[in-house]
């Protein structure tokens, strides 16, 4: 059972850098596909990043490109994102996703609806 826990946000300025991290206790993340997205308020969750189970291939929102990284230490059962160069409108709370399936060269992976597993989310404020 993948179970998911996001740790790593925080309050910082705009230009600084924050790295979120996503630990599957369940012990089962090198099993899965993950992904990064977003929900800012009032607004729908939206997808910020993915990688394969092997961490091979990934992919990125054109927002956040050349800003965000994604990454993944399937030993520790722990994924990443690497966030610099914030802005305001990063602000968001941030949420892990995991799925089985393998969705490399489709659209899917930028769907929420894609993902059985999520973890609870974590806060990201950019200040100005």
């Known amino acids: 059972q993948v179970q998911l826990v996001e740790s790593g946000g925080g309050l910082v300025q705009a230009g600084g850098s924050l790295r979120l991290s996503c630990t599957d206790s369940?012990?089962?993340?090198?099993?899965?596909?993950m992904a990064w997205f977003r929900q800012a308020s009032g607004k729908e969750r939206e997808f910020v990043a993915y990688?394969?189970?092997?961490?091979?291939?990934?992919a990125y929102a054109d927002s956040v490109k050349g800003r965000f990284t994604i990454s993944r230490d399937n030993a520790k059962n722990t994924g990443y994102l690497q966030m610099n160069t914030l802005k305001p409108e990063d602000t968001a709370v941030y949420y892990c996703?995991?799925?089985?399936?393998?969705?490399?060269?489709?659209?899917?992976?930028?769907?929420?609806?894609?993902?059985?597993?999520w973890g609870q989310g974590t806060q990201v404020t950019v200040s100005s």
């Open positions: 996703a995991a799925d089985r399936g393998g969705y490399w060269g489709t659209s899917d992976y930028a769907d929420v609806r894609t993902y059985r597993y």
């Open positions: 369940g012990r089962t993340f090198s099993s899965n596909s």
């Open positions: 990688m394969t189970r092997s961490g091979a291939s990934t």
